[in-house]
């Protein structure tokens, strides 16, 4: 969310996308490589279930929970920093003032260019603090509200994600014969996934698809590779 | 990473530091949570030494794969829009123009105090793409080279937070043994975390030590219940 909230002319990902985003490409992939890799480890398919569903839920709460907090704590960090510019500005104003100089000054304008604005910017003390939280801070105000909504959406997509490479664990009993199925079913999601995360946020969608799955098999590999060394 | 380059006074964070917080927080979190849930459902520890391993060296791909590809992709985003506010300025600078008057009317100055800069902007065209990019877009030009680096410390941080959880459960075989001492040096582990980031990221390094480790316990305890219900 790095973009202006007013100007999105070249607004390319809404939140929820990026939410369903980052849940879903781990979801995809922690749980597929790690019912690939005890594949190699345990005879029978209900271990790995068991561990399959243990890890989806650690995974969506770690995620969903700790991005929740991280962005209640995102926003307290705004408003605190808010606070100290306020006092600044009332304050320290002609350091204050200096500092709007300053972010100028580093476009290549002269001081005549600049005293407008910031003549204009101290005369009006609520614009001045957002246009430093903003321009000297480079801070966007974060939307509290959208915390929980975020973390749900995260946690629902890394469970949606997660249940995909697990589900032919609970079809069949034989762990090696899941295996294929889960790995067909899950290139094929990753490969799909990653296209349609490439449309919303690169202008080459092929090459997402191509990485997103290359990713999941790398990890699966490594995955499978450990746990048939220590079985 | 939303802190300009150039004014560091209010900076709370390093680069680093951010990338350690990302993947051991994860990492201390999930193969515990596992590793618990997992204990619930098998009767010897090598099974959720294996499960663990496997899940470490997943994660550790998924995450620092995936922020070194997203880090790729975000300077190639970067690098497309700066090409595009490029030829923008040269083709259509009168709506340029007004894009910069639009950003200064936002804070309520007029077009007499605006047009001194807009001028001393559309005179020096490198120095008036730069200042789309950050002042209309929002958009911070991205490190390349901290790429890999980053991907590496998010990689190794989460095997260094996932071993540490995982460690009782090499030394000992009943899994039910090893869980106490799982939940004791985790439950420590992720308090000693939350308050060495809190410290960094927040005024209240206490509530983040207590949040962090509630988070953990959480998500232990669901993957617990889960995993004895299904086993």
Known sequence: MRHTPHIERHFTSSAIVRDVVIGMS????????????????????????????????AGAIAMGLGGYLAAKSEAEHYASERRREGREVREIPDEEREEVARVFRGYGLTNEQISPVVEA??????????????????????????????????ATSYVAGGLIPLAPYMLFSSP?????????????????????????????????????????AIAAGAAFLIATAIA
Chains 1, 2 share one sequence.
């Open 26 to 57: 781990d979801g995809l992939t922690v749980p597929f490589a790690l019912a690939a890799g005890l594949t190699g480890a345990v005879a029978v398919s209900n271990i790995i279930v068991t561990a399959g569903l243990a890890e989806i839920a």
């Open 121 to 154: 910017l101290s005369s009006r003390p609520q614009d001045w603090i957002d246009f430093m939280m903003r321009f000297e801070l480079g801070l966007e105000e974060p939307q509290p509200e959208r915390a929980r909504n975020s973390a749900l959406t995260i």
């Open 176 to 216: 090696h014969e899941a295996l294929w199925f889960s790995i067909g079913v899950t290139i094929v999601a990753l490969f799909l996934f990653g296209y349609v995360k490439g449309k919303f946020t690169t202008a080459r969608p092929l090459r997402s698809a191509l990485q997103t799955a290359l990713i999941g």
